[in-house]
């Protein structure tokens, strides 16, 4: 990823530096390495399949659709499992060192 695409996931609100990517990757897709377009609400169709972005045939007169968004925090943390941190930094703070943290350790002394 370059400088820009590693802190794409913060807002003006949210100055956390953190990939868009949640943790463990978006599911039966992976990371996201290109440029992206975020869209609110749903987008239906296959995983990976290309889509067309267009412009409404209608004239949307809804408030709903004039609304100005003023996005504030982009989610992160993992979508499989119960997902309770944003970045690995946070995870790490919070569990502490884990088993696999003290064999990393002991693995780098030893070579």
Known sequence: LTEEGKR???TE???TEK?????GGFPHYGLVNQDFVMIRGCCVGSKKR???LRKSLIVQTKRFAHEKINLKWIDTSSKLGHGRFQTHAEKRAFMGKLKKDLIAESE???A
Do not use: L
């Open 8 to 10: 794409n996931g913060g």
């Open 108 to 110: 780098a002394v030893k």
């Open 19 to 23: 990939s868009i990517n949640p943790m």
């Open 13 to 15: 609100y949210d100055i």
């Open 50 to 52: 290309p889509i067309t």
